[in-house]
């Protein structure tokens, strides 16, 4: 069965500093890996995805995610934070491939993230 | 282009009633999926649909249903409501099939209260 596990409920940055919220994944098949963003009382925006090819996917607002099978991880990165960053981010991983696969989005916890003037 | 377009945005109910919650997913897109986020957690699964057939369901019980429609607008119906179904109710569309590359697109969503 597929899993999704974000390291962390709460990350707190201060406005330029880097970054970086943690997920690792568990799947029985290559995954389609996806991040999302959700601000309050709102729906869930998406950030950027991997499906197949190049490891490292740029997002829309700076962000970027770097997919390392070795490591089952697909860590969220941003150089220099906003404080319009602050947000719920959400890790999930697809079961897009093998026989009987629904599509369905496994979601992880998801990580608040504050940001500091 | 009209993004996932879900009704009601809020309402109130409660226990023991029925609900029907509606969506309406991007022109074009054949796919949609409704999720179940509870405060403080991630969504989970509870349908998906292609082409107007059940495609997956996830461990809901039975007083949860859903179809779609010819024109792959969707309603998600909760019978017999309990307190715990209160959860913010959300609605996916996407371009592709089952196996979806191309990610999915939310609505803003469905606050349901059982009171």
């Known amino acids: 069965a597929q899993s999704v596990t974000q390291l962390g409920s709460h990350v707190s940055v201060s406005e330029g500093a880097l970054v970086l919220l943690r997920c690792n994944y568990s799947s029985s098949v290559p995954p389609y890996l996806f991040w999302y963003v959700q601000y309050p009382n709102q729906g869930l925006q998406l950030l950027l995805k991997y499906t197949t090819g190049a490891t490292l996917v740029k997002g829309i607002n700076g962000f970027e995610a770097e997919f390392k099978k070795s490591e089952t991880s697909f860590h969220l990165t941003k150089p220099s934070a906003h404080m319009s960053d602050a947000a719920e981010y959400f890790c999930a991983v697809s079961d897009s491939r093998g026989s009987g696969n629904t599509g369905k989005l496994i979601f992880g916890q998801g990580t608040t993230l504050q940001v500091k003037p | ?115």
């Open chain 2, 1 to 115: 282009d009209a993004g996932v377009t879900q009704s009601p945005t809020h309402l109130i109910k409660t226990r023991g009633q029925h609900v029907t919650l509606r969506c309406s997913p991007i022109s074009g897109h054949k796919s949609v999926s409704w999720y179940q986020q509870v405060l403080g957690q991630g969504p989970q699964f509870i349908f998906q649909y292609y082409e107007k057939e059940e495609r997956g369901r996830g461990n809901f019980p039975d007083r949860f249903s859903a179809r779609q429609f010819p024109n792959y607008s969707s309603e998600l119906n909760v019978n017999a409501l309990l307190l715990g179904d209160s959860a913010l109710y959300l609605c996916a569309s996407t371009l592709g099939g089952l196996a979806s590359a191309y990610g999915y697109t939310f609505g803003s969503g469905t606050r349901l209260t059982v009171v």
